[in-house]
């Protein structure tokens, strides 16, 4: 499983956004946009708090800072999404939108996803070297999306996966889907991010119970498996201590890491 703590990484490249980038309301005058890596301690609590609460299936792995522009923070996840974040910390929209093209991180924007630059995490995995199968899987099955992000994980209850973060052209986090393959290449399930307090009463009734003194995060995962049942991914934590809590629509536990 991720952690679903902070990696603290240092950079100290200073890099500019495209001057050629699409005009953006947010962005007064892109051609003066830059912004400047900084190690994610530096993040103020309201960001780091407002990404363990919505997106608590990932890391902060990288984080930088916009001058002239509103957004003051950008914030690169392990999934590589990117969330933009004003001086106070407020939340504003996709990263993207603020910055564009070459930075603000190594691998640059969309032109770069999927295809991890040295120094990435080791587990995630370009998007190219992905099975033909799982390619094809997700063709067939979801021919609006496009591979957004892959890497290994290890998830209760199915060991080590394959996880292929895929995206609707258009669309921006947090309405990402995530599929997960066997280490075989065969399909286990997709995951859709889901408010907590939308998820079954039953399952809710469960947390309440077992998890009273945990902070349950807002966002949850909505978990349909290869055979059409539901499960639901509950993520609590309570000081350093976080959870991933798997469920059945009606309740049941499943597993817990």
């Known amino acids: 499983m991720k952690k679903i703590g902070i990696l603290f990484i240092s950079m100290l490249a200073l890099l500019s956004c495209n001057k050629n980038s699409p005009s953006n309301d947010n962005v007064p005058n892109s051609s003066n946009v830059v912004s400047s890596t900084i190690s994610t301690s530096q993040l103020p609590a309201t960001v780091t708090n407002y990404i ?9 792995y990288a984080a930088a800072t916009l001058s002239n522009s509103q957004a003051k923070y950008i914030v690169l996840l392990s999934t590589e999404e990117e969330l933009a974040f004003d001086l106070r910390g407020n939340f504003l929209g996709d990263g993207q939108d603020f910055c564009h093209g070459g930075g603000p991180f190594p691998g640059g924007d969309s ?62 986090p947090p309405v990402d889907l995530t599929l997960f393959f066997s280490t075989t290449d065969s399909y286990i399930m997709v995951a859709e991010r889901i408010r ?52 059945t629509s009606g309740g049941t536990l499943v597993c817990e890491q």
């Open 52 to 60: 363990s609460d919505n997106y608590p299936d990932a890391t902060i």
């Open 196 to 247: 907590y307090p939308e998820v079954p009463q039953a399952v809710r009734n469960y947390i309440s119970t077992n998890f009273h003194t945990f902070h349950q995060c807002l966002m949850s995962q909505q978990l349909t498996l290869a055979d059409d049942s539901t499960n639901y991914a509950i993520y609590v934590n309570q000081f350093r201590m976080h959870k991933r809590v798997v469920l």
């Open 111 to 172: 032109l770069h996803h999927g295809h991890p630059w040295h120094g990435c995490p080791p587990n995630w995995i370009n998007i190219d070297s992905l099975a033909s199968s799982i390619k094809s899987f997700v063709t067939t099955n979801y021919p609006n999306y496009v591979i957004w992000h892959a890497e290994t994980d290890s998830v209760c209850p199915d060991g080590s996966v394959i996880e292929v973060m895929i995206r609707k052209p258009g669309t921006r």
